[in-house]
């Protein structure tokens, strides 16, 4: 096994960025705490399959801060970001809430959320030594502290063996192209008995990265919409084609409002592109499966996001939600959970903690979740991401509807992109 330090796995990050998919819940309270401070805690990334373990970090929380009571309120991630702009639009925040990268710059830069630095310097419990730097300095802007990172994740390839054994084809290797994915995909497509061969989400999440591995960019440095490019094209042309040309992916109406991982654990997918958070769900899976790096084209790319906590600067109770937030951040019983269960991976120092998460099965190949790290991709850093998400989602569904060519797509999000960043 090649083994790398904590540091050097995270040492490329200078801005992070996560997107934990889950399934919606709500009023999912945690532990026993019967202090005379209630805060309310906002979080996507805890449903459906992790809401125990909230529960237990909660918990011991409260355990070690007698005087604080957390209220949790959960919010399945498609929902979760207009369903927290609503409320911190109508001055009802939640106190302190999650949030990943990409939506984090567009939250500080508004001054909706509450300056910790303070908090930080005056803890005699907490050194930023206890987290990589980067992961820590991620959730600073205009060099104050706004958020404290809790966890990172990645994308990788999940495939069943079984129904690669059943059509003879060999296993995903770390150097895979697309047009490795695309040949056992179209021969573990069995369309009588709805069975496909890959699936990936046709949306902005996806696209940023599949553009990279075709050496694509959306923005520039200077964040300048680069949308509209030959490269972005042909990958745009890989998502949609596989759905609409290929039919190796199944369409929307072909789910019938299934999720993937529905779809993956009934043994109807050969590849699903998902993160490392779906370890755990898909533990008592009927049937052998394992991940790998994920194909590129002109090179690799994958994933990497994460999750802060932030406090609300309306808060009341700014004190109470700091030392939450840094408990979720950085405390050793906070980072064991996460392991033990598989809920992506603490953005802590202590590599003890840490090595367990390796030899856990399955998957097999856990090493897959670092080496992706040399070729990982952040999620373009933009105010107002929530809008070009949105918009981009709209036109990719025009296109996957043969509503509109992929080429007018591109252009028609050229101009959309370059309208909302100069509004």
């Known amino acids: ?53 909230l529960a237990e970090m909660v918990a011991a ?16 991630y498609d929902d979760y970001f207009t369903k927290l702009q609503t409320r911190v639009a109508g001055g009802n925040a939640p106190d302190v809430f999650e949030l990943n990268y990409e939506n984090f710059v567009q939250y500080a830069s508004k001054g ?27 959730y600073q802007y205009d060099g104050k502290q706004y958020g404290m990172v809790e966890s990172f994740s990645n994308v990788l390839t999940f495939y069943n063996k079984e129904l ?10 770390a150097d895979w192209t697309w047009e490795d994915e695309l040949a056992a ?29 075709n050496g694509g960019q959306l923005f520039d440095e200077d964040g300048n919409p680069t949308v509209d490019t030959p490269e ?44 490392i958070w779906m370890f755990g769900a898909f533990a008592d899976a009927p049937f052998e499966w394992d991940v790998a790096l994920e194909a590129g084209n002109t090179q690799k790319a994958h994933h990497f996001f994460a999750n802060g906590l932030a406090v609300s600067e309306d808060s009341e109770k700014k004190e109470a939600a700091y030392k939450f937030a840094r408990f979720m951040s950085a405390s050793e019983q906070a980072a064991e959970l996460r392991v033990a269960n598989s809920w992506e991976l603490p953005a802590i120092t202590n590599e ?48 996957m509807n043969g509503d509109k060519s992929t080429e007018d797509v591109l252009k028609t999000l050229q101009t959309e992109y370059e309208n909302i960043l100069n509004n």
């Open 232 to 275: 972005n094209l042909e990958a745009m042309n890989y998502m949609v084609d596989k759905v609409t040309e290929s039919n190796v992916s199944p369409s929307p109406a072909e789910m019938s409002g299934q999720a993937p991982a529905d779809l993956f654990l009934n043994g109807q997918l050969g590849i699903v592109h998902t993160g």
């Open 164 to 173: 690669f054994d059943e059509a003879g084809v060999e296993y995903p290797t």
């Open 185 to 213: 995909a179209e021969q573990i497509t069995d369309e009588d008995n709805n069975v496909w061969g890959t699936y990936a989400p046709v949306t902005m999440n996806e696209y940023f990265k599949i553009a990279a591995q």
């Open 112 to 138: 909706t959320l509450a300056d910790l630095s303070s908090f930080i310097e005056e803890d005699n419990q907490f050194d930023p030594s206890q987290l990589n730097q980067q992961a820590f300095e991620a």
């Open 352 to 399: 003890e903690i840490l090595q367990p998460y390796l030899e856990q099965t399955p998957p097999e190949n856990r090493e897959a979740v670092f080496e992706a790290l040399d070729s990982l991709v952040l999620p373009p850093v933009v105010e107002n991401w929530s809008q070009i998400s949105d918009v981009t989602d709209q036109e990719f569904e025009k296109a």
């Open 1 to 53: 096994m090649k083994k790398k330090t904590i540091l050097s796995m995270l040492l490329p990050v200078a801005a992070i960025g996560l997107m934990g998919c889950s399934s919606e819940s709500s009023d999912a309270g945690g532990g026993n705490g019967e202090g005379n401070t209630e805060i309310t805690y906002y979080s996507f990334s805890a449903a459906p399959d992790y809401e125990d373990v």
């Open 61 to 76: 929380f409260e355990e070690e801060n007698p005087d604080i009571k957390v209220n949790t309120e959960l919010a399945a």
